[in-house]
């Protein structure tokens, strides 16, 4: 068996022990989980980044402009049932 599931464990126990002695125990469950991903991504999920921003950096290149951010914004909320901006 690999050390490093164990090691991740042991790593993310001490983030968590460290987000709750700094303040942040009113914190979800959820929320602490997510900011370690953030600060700890897979490298496969990484890959995956890398290679969507050169594909839009590809796109940019050839002329694709993409949508205006409002349009993006609008259709965004409306699909996730958001309230429009103010």
Known sequence: MSTQPTNELRDFHRFVGEKIG???ASLSPEDVLDEWRAL???SDEFADDVAAMQE???DLENGDEGIPFEEF???FRERHGLPPRS
């Open 22 to 24: 700094n303040g942040g």
């Open 40 to 42: 700890h991504p897979r």
């Open 56 to 58: 839009a950096i590809n």
């Open 73 to 75: 914004d609008r259709d």
